[in-house]
């Protein structure tokens, strides 16, 4: 089977992590495959910011935790309140990936570069997982201080996030069904 292939098809969220960290040679060669996305007029308006300080992640845990509990949603108040919450699953490294909102396709960009994170992280034997929560309260005056103070430039909207690391040998992996009815061919 075509390399490419095989790893679109063995690529799973991973959601536990072992302590070891993300080398500098594999993140550079991630951050690259992401900058080979595809996107819109070829403007390139996105940002990658990786960390792998597990203090500044650790902050921005809280950061994520202090928004959701001020939050009506009661889902998003508990989780907001843990103790153990943890929105990147404890992994050692995190590729926030951000873009400017006056273009329609900023999303579109972004979610292109994440997979291309995606599957550049399978090819090395790091496990991968895609992170909404920081998108979903990077409008919070903390968060957003934070993240201005991380690099995120501040006209941006986070879109999306990657936690990095590799996944312990035991973990165990859902087989991957596609749902009946998902493909339609015309010819």
């Known amino acids: ?50 960390i792998q300080n597990a203090e500044v992640l650790n902050r921005l845990n809280e950061a994520v935790k202090g928004a959701f509990a001020q ?55 790091i496990g991968s997982c895609w992170i909404n929560q920081i998108g979903q309260t990077c409008d919070d005056p903390g968060v957003r201080a934070l993240l201005t103070e991380l690099g995120v430039p501040a006209g941006h909207k986070v879109y999306g996030c990657a936690a990095l690391g590799y996944e312990p040998a035991d973990a165990p992996v859902k087989e991957k069904k596609v749902k009946e009815g998902t493909i339609t061919l015309i010819r």
């Not at 098809?9 to 959601?15: C, E, L, T, Y």
């Not at 929105?87 to 997979?115: F, K």
Request: charged letters at 15%; proline letters at 5%; hydrophobic letters at 40%.
């Open 71 to 125: 939050s009506p949603e009661p889902r998003l108040q508990e989780r907001g309140h843990s103790t153990t919450y943890c929105c990147y699953y404890h992994a050692p490294t995190l590729v926030i990936v951000s873009n400017e909102p006056t273009q329609w396709w900023a999303g579109m960009d972004c979610a292109c570069a994440l997979e291309n994170i995606f599957l550049a992280s399978a090819s090395l034997g």
């Open 1 to 50: 089977m075509n390399t490419v292939l095989e790893y679109i098809k063995a690529r799973h969220s991973v959601r536990t992590y072992t302590g070891q960290q993300v080398s500098e040679a594999d993140l550079a060669l991630i951050l690259e495959a992401a900058t080979y996305a595809p996107n819109g007029m070829h403007l390139e308006t996105w940002h990658f910011t990786a």
